[in-house]
């Protein structure tokens, strides 16, 4: 994700995130994923008994505990779908649900940060994001015209039972989606099922 100026908006967004910018920023992955997951039990689960999200000062000091909070309900949340529909339509209806609840994380992102057209604001936009929640990446151009995204370390991983990983990283790829219409991702291969780090391919339309 390469070439091209930053918008201003953006750089300044970028230099000034700290904490609370973060903090906001996990706030609103929750929100919207748990939503998600809430109105698909509803629909496809009513009777499954599902707690609400840990949100006491005590347990989500830090980023970490805020991270390790939220997957502990999203997990609550995608074992009950699969008790209640089994394990292949827990995982195509919850990546269903959960793709526009992340389109709508990353247009609402691309508004705020004043994310531009160009692939240099794609990859600092998920770099801030990607950051508040835990997540490191490298990006691989390759000679087809697509890229390859390559995560190294991922603070949920280690929370996230497969199915969950699955279904949370349809968020993932509506973000990308959101951050930029033009671009859509797919991951390939998750830590949460054995490999050495996730992988994503990135491609833009008409290349």
Same mark, same amino acid.
């Given at each position: 994700?390469?070439?091209? *100026? =930053? %918008? ?10 700290? !904490?609370?910018?973060? &903090? *906001? =920023?996990?706030?609103?992955? $929750? %929100? ?28 989500? *000091? ?9 997957? @502990? ?5 995608? *074992?009950?779908?699969?008790?209640? =529909? ?9 990546? !269903? ?13 691309? !508004?705020?940060?004043? &994310? #531009? ?17 835990? @997540?490191?990446?490298?990006? $691989? +151009? ?7 995204? +390559? &995560?190294? /370390?991922?603070?949920?991983?280690? +929370? ?8 949370? %990283?349809?968020?993932? !790829?509506?973000?990308?989606? #959101?951050? %930029?219409?033009? +671009?859509?991702? /797919? ?14 391919? @990135? ?5």
């Amino acid at each position: 994700m390469g070439g091209g *100026r =930053l %918008s201003l908006k953006l750089r300044v967004a970028t230099w000034l995130a700290g !904490e609370g910018a973060f &903090v *906001r =920023l996990l706030d609103e992955v $929750e %929100s919207q994923t748990l939503a998600a997951l809430d109105a698909l039990l509803r629909e496809r689960a009513p009777g499954a008994a599902i707690g609400p999200a840990v949100r006491t000062a005590a347990s989500r *000091r830090t980023l970490a505990e805020r991270r390790a909070a939220m997957t @502990i309900a999203q997990n609550e949340r995608v *074992r009950a779908l699969v008790e209640a =529909l089994g394990r292949d339509e827990a995982i195509r209806a919850g990546r !269903e649900a959960l793709f526009p609840a992340g389109v709508r994380l990353g247009t609402g992102a691309r !508004e705020q940060l004043g &994310v #531009g057209d160009t692939d240099g604001d794609l990859e600092r936009a998920a770099r801030l994001l990607y950051k508040a929640l835990g @997540i490191d990446f490298t990006l $691989e +151009h390759r000679a087809d015209g697509t890229m390859t995204m +390559h &995560v190294h /370390r991922c603070a949920l991983a280690g +929370h996230y039972m497969p199915e969950a990983c699955e279904i949370l %990283s349809a968020a993932d !790829e509506g973000v990308v989606a #959101g951050l %930029s219409p033009k +671009h859509s991702m /797919r991951f390939e291969e998750r830590m949460t099922t054995g490999n050495a780090e996730c992988r994503a391919r @990135i491609t833009e339309a008409g290349k």
